[in-house]
Antibody, heavy 116, light 107 residues
Framework: QVQLVQSGAEVKKPGASVKVSCKAS????????INWVRQATGQGLEWMGW????????GYAQKFQGRVTLTRDTSISTAYMELTSLNSEDTGVYYC?????????WGQGTLVTVSS | SYDLTQPLSLSVALGQTATINCGGD??????VHWYQKKPGQAPVLVIY???NRPSGIPERFSGSNSENTATLTISRVQVEDEADYYC??????????FGGGTKLAVL
């Protein structure tokens, strides 16, 4: 069965960076794009970007351009999302999801708390 | 950029029908997906490509898309349907876009 398992919760200080991992299993990792979606505290779902695990190609939402980097390690079927220059508005839950007809498969979410 | 507009909230009596709209310019030309989001849980895809139900989603969930409005309909609403619902499309200029979300309360 398809599974996406994300890394654990993080607490960061303002100005720091965070890197969240998303390990895929149950399918061929390079076949489907991985997208990242976040839900900041009290806000709605917000798309951050996509990455092709096959080619490494990426695309980012304009809001996060210059602050987010999506990468992968195909040898361990894992995708990564790094967000820099964190501020309090970045506090929330970050999800990876697998591309398809809509996003049927999601990671469990990673809570990132930005606090001094 | 492409925008999707949803009502902030909707209240429906138990057993009645909930209708959640998602407005967007010429949205009928796009594939619309709908997600259910409960606190502390990952989103769940309930409708894909306008009206298709993934396996495991009750038949009470249905979707449509016409002109400038896509609609998620939940018939015979149950207590467990209380959640936030989001529409989503892919747009050439904005890539992936989510609506602002609709909070469904079951009375």
């Amino acid at each position: 069965q398809v599974q996406l398992v994300q890394s654990g919760a993080e607490v960061k200080k303002p100005g720091a960076s965070v890197k969240v991992s998303c390990k895929a299993s149950g399918y061929t990792f390079t076949t489907y794009d991985i997208n990242w979606v976040r839900q900041a505290t009290g806000q709605g779902l917000e798309w951050m970007g996509w990455m092709s695990p096959n080619s490494g190609n990426t695309g980012y939402a304009q809001k996060f351009q210059g602050r987010v980097t999506l990468t992968r390690d195909t040898s361990i079927s894992t995708a990564y999302m790094e967000l820099t220059s964190l501020n309090s508005e970045d506090t929330g839950v970050y999800y990876c999801s697998r591309e398809g007809d809509g996003y049927k498969y999601w990671g469990q979410g990673t809570l990132v708390t930005v606090s001094s | 950029s492409y925008d999707l507009t949803q009502p902030l909230s909707l209240s429906v009596a138990l057993g009645q029908t909930a209708t959640i709209n998602c407005g967007g310019d010429d949205i009928e030309s796009k594939n619309v997906h709908w997600y259910q989001k409960k606190p502390g849980q990952a989103p769940v895809l309930v409708i894909y490509r306008d009206y298709n139900r993934p396996s495991g989603i009750p038949e009470r969930f249905s979707g449509s898309n016409s002109e400038n409005t896509a609609t998620l309909t939940i018939s015979r609403v149950q207590v467990e349907d209380e959640a936030d619902y989001y529409c989503q499309v892919w747009d050439r200029s904005s890539s992936v876009v989510f609506g602002g979300g609709t909070k469904l309360a079951v009375l």
